[in-house]
């Protein structure tokens, strides 16, 4: 069964920084997208990050040059390094695994993590 655990969030100002991480258990693959993903109160979910099985990376617009993605496959674990955070990147962010069990099988999509929670304050 897939798991997914984030930690790392917490309160923080506005200018600094928190590093998020995922733990991902539960699953084999051949090949996968681990992704950041974000929920602001009264907002719809929004595509934040990602990192595949390559390492090719994407980001959302409004964090481009100012978060990072990154991960340790040895850790099974993905992160999401978040600099120069800004009051409108107060959400609860969640990751998310979609995931190719066998190579050139279907993928398992739309795996979530719990979410942990980001408020920066001006």
């Known amino acids: 069964q897939v798991q997914l655990v984030e930690s790392g969030g917490g309160s923080v100002q506005a200018g600094g920084s928190l590093s998020l991480s995922c733990a991902a258990s539960?699953?084999?693959?051949?090949?996968?997208?681990m992704s950041w993903y974000r929920q602001a109160p009264g907002k719809e979910r929004e595509f934040v990050s990602d990192?595949?099985?390559?390492?090719?990376?994407t980001y959302a617009d409004s964090v481009k040059g100012r978060f990072t993605i990154s991960q340790d496959n040895a850790k099974n674990t993905v992160y999401l390094q978040m600099n120069s955070l800004k009051p409108e990147d107060t959400a609860m962010y969640y990751c998310?695994?979609?995931?190719?069990?066998?190579?050139?099988?279907?993928?398992?999509?739309?795996?979530w993590g719990q979410g942990t929670q980001v408020t920066v304050s001006s």
């Open positions: 539960g699953y084999s693959y051949c090949r996968y997208d």
């Open positions: 990192i595949d099985s390559d390492g090719t990376t």
């Open positions: 998310r695994t979609d995931y190719q069990p066998l190579c050139g099988g279907r993928w398992s999509t739309g795996n």
